[in-house]
T-cell receptor
Framework: AQTVTQSQPEMSVQEAETVTLSCTYD???????LFWYKQPPSRQMILVIR??????QNATENRFSVNFQKAAKSFSLKISDSQLGDAAMYFC??????????????FGKGTKLTVNP | NAGVTQTPKFRILKIGQSMTLQCTQD?????MYWYRQDPGMGLKLIYY???????DKGEVPNGYNVSRSTTEDFPLRLELAAPSQTSVYFC???????????????FGNGTRLTVT
């Protein structure tokens, strides 16, 4: 079974600084998707960034980027120029692409990010 | 908008009892999900639905059943409760598939279930 591990229960960063959240996963599949979700107190789970395993280039979305190391099964999230609105729980998630579409997301335990002014 | 509403908030069951966890959303979302979160663990998908009348198994479906007779409601049924089903259960919904940009997953507040 696939597993996703986030080893940092909590992280903090100063406003305008850079922070990296760690995620490792275990799978025997060769093709899959990886995601980082943000969950603010409103309890919405918002997709921050997505990486397809077959792509060698690391995904980037504005201030958010990933370091995807397929051989090491590592998928870290870097937040640059941190803003107060970035404070939230961050979940790493995994999904295998299946025919007909599948929403079988496997989530990590989450990392609580605090942004200090 | 109420968003995603789950009931009850807490429940204690004896082994072998049955119950239904209710979930309703008022956002006209097609996609609905049931997750469980065990202590110190991540979310695990139990069942999901892509629209009324359509359901599919997630990662940990054994011991559970679902139905989706309307767009709004997605109840989760536990038959013959076992201690291994002690967990916090979350219902969620989204307009587009969960792994889409600009389509947040809206979560309910959860149901804390203890089976003794």
């Amino acid at each position: 079974a696939q597993t996703v591990t986030q080893s940092q229960p909590e992280m903090s960063v100063q406003e305008a600084e850079t922070v990296t959240l760690s995620c490792t996963y275990d799978t025997s599949e060769s093709d899959y998707y990886l995601f980082w979700y943000k969950q603010p107190p409103s309890r919405q789970m918002i997709l921050v960034i997505r990486q397809e395993a077959y792509k060698q280039q690391n995904a980037t979305e504005n201030r958010f980027s990933v370091n995807f190391q397929k051989a090491a099964k590592s998928f870290s999230l870097k937040i640059s120029d941190s803003q107060l609105g970035d404070a939230a729980m961050y979940f790493c998630a995994y999904r295998t692409p299946l025919q007909g579409g599948s929403e079988k997301l496997v989530f990590g335990k989450g990392t609580k990010l605090t942004v200090n002014p | 908008n109420a968003g995603v509403t789950q009931t009850p908030k807490f429940r204690i069951l004896k082994i072998g009892q049955s119950m239904t966890l209710q979930c309703t959303q008022d956002m006209n979302h097609n996609y609905m999900y049931w997750y469980r979160q065990d202590p110190g663990m991540g979310l695990k998908l139990i069942y999901y639905s892509v629209g009324a009348g359509i359901t599919d198994k997630g990662e940990v479906p054994n011991g559970y059943n679902v139905s989706r007779s309307t767009t709004e409601d997605f109840p989760l049924r536990l038959e013959l409760a076992a201690p291994s089903q002690t967990s916090v259960y979350f219902c969620a919904s989204s307009y587009l598939p969960a792994s889409s940009y600009n389509s947040p997953l809206h979560f309910g507040n959860g149901t804390r279930l203890t089976v003794t």
